[in-house]
């Protein structure tokens, strides 16, 4: 109750919002990450694995290199993790016609079922939390968050 409290009083200091936006950001962070990714299920997908697949379900088909560098992990990373989701049969990695030596991943059936499971069970807190907001309200939010993350993509970029 004390970071609630504190949170609220820390939030309208002038001249420091950057400071609070980073606390915020990180208090964000870390309840989001146990809210979120608390249950350890058999076969739950982990916050890398669920991110590339979403990535993959949303863009098509994808070379492991490409996902790399879209996540600004390395390419071995990558892999690995690819690896554990085709292990799984979430995804699969057919030959890229444009180069033999590559492979294009793409999101299975089965792994389009997992993804929209692990979502529903994911929208569910957060869904709670924001149902008293006004939809403008959490549509600021949404189209701030995306602001965020697009200047934090081109801040990776550099």
């Not at 990450?33 to 739950?44: F, Q, R, T």
């Not at 863009?59 to 554990?84: N, Q, V, W, Y």
């Not at 929208?123 to 309200?137: F, G, K, M, Q, T």
Request: charged share 30%; proline share 4%.
């Amino acid at each position: 109750m004390a970071e609630k409290s504190e949170t609220r009083q820390r939030t309208h200091i002038p001249g420091q919002t950057l400071s609070v936006m980073e606390r915020e950001l990180s208090v964000l962070v870390r309840r989001l990450g146990s809210l979120l990714w608390s249950k350890n299920e058999e076969g739950a997908l982990d916050r890398w694995t669920y991110a590339l697949l979403m990535r993959l379900a949303e863009e098509g088909p994808l070379r492991g290199g490409e996902m790399a560098r879209r996540f600004g992990i390395d390419k071995s990373t990558a892999s690995r993790h690819l690896g554990r989701l085709e292990g799984q049969g979430l995804i699969r990695a057919d030959p890229d016609p444009e180069d033999a030596r590559s492979v294009l991943f793409q999101v299975t059936e089965q792994g389009a079922e997992h993804l929209a499971a692990t979502r529903a069970t994911r929208l569910h807190p957060l869904r709670r939390v924001v149902a008293s907001w006004p939809e403008r309200d959490r549509s600021e939010l949404t189209r701030l968050l995306g602001q965020l993350n697009r200047e934090l993509d081109q801040y990776g970029d550099t």
